[in-house]
């Protein structure tokens, strides 16, 4: 509401269309139904003025409304386009702002691990030049994501811990529900079901007020360790309500 408030308080041009562009990424982020009309209006507003940082947050934005609504074909090429404006920007605002970390989940949606991989390479890179501390917690998930899909287990918990690390060194709550997510269900999938329970637990109570990050990992592990404990009901009921 802030970042509405001031871009509608400013005339045309690129720092309004910077305001529309970031308030265009909080609507991704948190998945709202008025995203993707939202960032359509981004992306025109941003074009209009020509201006690299705000074309990139735009595109994004746009790119992750797309592949809720899966238009993945669309969505991949709005993700070049967020990722070529930050690498284009003149003044280093856009990749400060790590479009890469949002625009790598359309990867993981096509099961896209070499595209995923490249863009968590890219990410950390912008993070070890300009000093993003923030984001890189976001990369260890999608690390442990990716170390996840190839059954690279031990990987995707060390991907956990040291993002888990990270997140309170640089004091970043958003990605905390999700890191711990990631080690409930890489746990989980290891057998090793008391860990999984209890990082599930630290993962809810990080969702107590916001559980749009972690929520699908969490739901995977409860499932698995309901299964594991050898109540095939219960996993297949909570997958179910979920689901719905």
Partial sequence: EVLDAGATQLSPGPLQARLMAVAALVRAVGCTS????????????????????????????????????LDFPAATHMSARAIAFAADDPTGLAARFQPAALCVMNNFDIDDLAGARALVAEGRRSVDQIGSLWADSFFSVQAGLIAYDELRIDDALAESAAGLAGAESAGVQMPMAWLHSLEALSAARSGQFDRASAALDRAMACMADCRFLGIDLATLAEV??????????????????MWM
């Fill in 224 to 241: 698995i360790i309901r299964e594991g404990n050898g109540d095939g009901d219960a996993a297949f009921e909570h997958l179910a309500d």
């Fill in 34 to 69: 008025d995203v993707r009309p939202f960032a359509e209006r981004a992306v025109a507003a941003a074009d209009d003025v020509g201006d690299p940082t705000a074309r990139s947050l735009a595109s994004a934005a746009l790119a992750r409304a797309m592949a809720y609504a």
